[in-house]
């Protein structure tokens, strides 16, 4: 279902042709609106929704297909449970579940924005939309056949059907922006490492100048002449050349300290030299999610124009086996002069996240730093893929990053740093090694980047190994790349910066 959509926002009138999608709660009770342009359908609904024990219970839902009384082809009753606990974020996992129940050749639907206490606010309407943006997104450019009912219809139109079309339409508007980062990102996460290496994904990311980023690239003798010796010890096996890409927004007041998101790139990941197994390895095109994010980042905050200044920064290497190759046991300097021991050349996301880090502080002296990585296979084993794993060095950035996660879903649970994890990675030949062993390996790897950050510095880690791509659809995305965290981060300087939620 990826074809054009038009998203739109009209009145609350029965339609007269397509798809019609309705809510009701757990009472099987419509708001006023939506029992209007029914009429007589209801009573037809009633008897269907006994015959088939439907509920009205959140996520549930019901079809008639050439409901009786009604002009449109399809009628799907989407159950909504207590409209009185629904969050924020419900909305827009209501929006994904009634784009769903739109079958893929359908050409127009309609989306009641209303419930039993009556007519959802034109924000809420917005989250509805944004639901139906991300749950439509398919990357499907690599696909040359398709069945017969498999067809897209050319020229989708879901409308959302609510009390105030104008004000929802400019409710929309900063959602929109946000949902083409999450686009943006999940693009980019599902591009396979034969397209998207560390050149081509540097020169997507100058697509943001568009929409007033300002964008500079970092080359191979560039980077060292820094210095950045971690970095590029992980690209150094790759026929591809490494970089580094700084994505600047400046929205918020002139001169004021900014903020920084740091994103790990590694287009492919083999795991070098120390080699990873062959099943699965294809998931590692996706070991770019932090950098894919960070990326979708900056083009939602400067697509909606947050009153922020943002440095997004991103180190894009390809980890390859080859006779260049790192080797274990080889020691490199990184850019912030500390030595380190290479153990493992598949702990490679830590060595290039060190660097970008230190590159970041130095440079750019932020009011805190938020860093993304698929780093760890154990934080998979410790959270699965619904929360990702946070460590950070500052109470209140915490508090603030579990707030955002709570009001859009992309859930973070916070883990522990310590001294005695920090033991785990000394090393006998230089200042640290790259792996502290089997236990905690998500912690060790968390400890690791610290050594990269000043105390006083607030900086979050979050390891999003397990949130980056999944290949179970949810709600809100049937695709592999989730995008995870443009909507966190969205949020988070939302709230921080501009002083509202949603
Ligand atoms: N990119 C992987 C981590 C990963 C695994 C991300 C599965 C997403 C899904 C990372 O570079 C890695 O290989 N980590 C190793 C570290 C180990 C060698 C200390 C791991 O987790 O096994
Ligand atoms: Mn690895
Ligand atoms: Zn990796």
Same mark, same amino acid.
């Given at each position: 279902m990826s074809g054009a959509l038009k998203l739109g926002f009209g009145p609350l009138s029965a339609p007269s042709r397509g798809v019609l999608v309705v809510f009701c709660d757990d009472a099987l009770r419509f708001g006023s609106a939506t029992s209007r342009a029914l009429g007589s359908a209801s009573d037809l609904f009633a008897r269907a929704a006994r015959a088939e024990h439907f509920? /009205?219970?959140? /996520?549930s839902n019901l079809e008639l297909v050439v409901p009786e009384g009604l002009k449109v082809v399809r009628l799907v009753v989407v159950g909504v449970g207590?409209?009185?606990?629904?969050k924020v974020n419900d909305f827009v996992r209501l929006g994904g579940a009634a784009a769903d129940k739109v079958p893929g050749n359908a050409t127009e639907a309609t989306i009641f924005a209303d419930l039993p206490g009556g007519a959802m606010r034109p924000d809420r309407a917005a989250d509805l939309a944004l639901g139906v943006k991300l749950r439509v997104y398919a990357f499907d450019r690599y696909k040359t056949k398709r069945k017969d009912d498999d067809k897209p219809a050319a020229n989708r139109k879901i409308t959302i059907a609510v009390a105030d079309a104008g004000a929802a339409r400019s409710a929309f508007a900063r959602r929109e922006a946000v949902a083409d980062g999450v686009v943006m990102a999940r693009d980019l996460v599902n591009e396979p490492a034969n397209v998207l290496y560390p050149e081509e994904f540097a020169r997507r990311a100058t697509v943001l100048r568009k929409v007033g980023c300002q964008i500079e690239i970092l080359d191979v003798p560039k980077m060292r002449k820094l210095g950045m010796n971690a970095l590029l010890g992980v690209g150094q096996g790759s026929v591809r050349d490494s970089r580094v890409v700084v994505m600047r927004w400046n929205g918020g007041r002139k001169g004021d300290t900014p903020v920084c998101f740091i994103g790990k790139g590694v287009c492919f990941d083999t795991g070098g030299i120390s080699i990873k197994p062959a099943g699965g390895m294809e998931d590692m095109k996706g070991d770019m999610a932090g950098a894919a994010c960070v990326t979708g980042l900056m083009h939602a905050l400067a697509a909606r124009k947050a009153r922020v200044n943002a440095v997004g920064l991103i180190g894009l290497v390809e980890n390859m086996p080859d006779g260049k190759a790192q080797r274990p046991g080889d020691i490199v300097k990184s850019m912030s002069g500390q030595t380190i021991e290479i153990i493992n050349t598949d702990a490679e996301g830590r060595l290039v996240l060190g660097d970008v880090i230190w590159y970041a502080a130095q440079r750019f002296k932020p009011k805190f730093m938020i860093d993304l990585a698929t780093l760890t296979g154990a934080i998979i084993v410790a959270l699965g893929h619904e929360y990702a794993g946070m460590f950070v060095n500052n109470d209140q950035l915490a508090e603030r990053l579990t707030k955002a996660g709570e009001e859009t879903g992309e859930l973070v649970w916070r883990m522990p740093l310590s001294k005695e994890y920090d033991k785990l990675i000394d090393s006998k030949f230089a200042d640290m090694k790259n792996t502290g062993g089997r236990m905690g390996g998500a912690i060790t790897a968390a400890q690791f980047i610290k050594?990269?950050?000043?105390?006083k510095t607030p900086w979050a880690h979050l390891d999003i190994a397990g949130t980056g791509f999944d290949s179970r659809q949810n709600e809100i995305n049937k695709s592999w790349g989730s995008g995870w965290g443009v909507r966190l981060l969205d949020q988070l300087v939302a709230d921080h910066f501009e002083g509202k939620g949603r």
């Open positions: 509920s /009205g219970k959140v /996520g207590k409209p009185a606990d629904l050594r990269f950050v000043d105390d």
